[in-house]
């Protein structure tokens, strides 16, 4: 099995700062890709950003310029610096990883999440 722990949530004022971490482990051959979601109260869930182990980004129009995705691959971990926070980013965030496992001389991707974290802004 595989286990994603989101960890850095909190409270933050507006134009504030907070950087969410995302730890994987288990059983894991390698990480195609770790993204980050999140949903807010009465909201779909959104993709906020994403990183494939390669170091391509993606990012939701609403976040370019305030946030920042970066992985450390080899820890099987993900990072969000997030800045310049607004009311409107509180949600619950959600780490996403696309998981190659090994099973024998097979490997097959399978998809992951974390509990979230849940992150409020407000002065």
């Known amino acids: 099995q595989v286990q994603l722990v989101e960890s850095g949530g909190g409270l933050a004022q507006p134009g504030g700062s907070l950087r969410l971490s995302c730890a994987a482990s288990?059983?894991?051959?390698?990480?195609?890709?770790m993204t980050w979601y999140r949903q807010a109260p009465g909201k779909q869930r959104e993709l906020v950003a994403a990183i494939t182990s390669g170091g391509n980004t993606n990012y939701a129009d609403s976040v370019k310029g305030r946030f920042t995705i970066s992985g450390d691959f080899a820890k099987n971990t993900v990072y969000l610096q997030m800045n310049s926070l607004k009311q409107e980013d509180t949600a619950v965030y959600y780490c996403?990883?696309?998981?190659?496992?090994?099973?024998?001389?097979?490997?097959?991707?399978?998809?992951?999440w974390g509990l979230g974290t849940q992150v409020t802004v407000s002065s």
């Open positions: 288990g059983s894991i051959f390698s990480i195609n890709a």
């Open positions: 996403n990883a696309d998981v190659r496992r090994q099973t024998g001389p097979y490997y097959t991707s399978y998809n992951y």
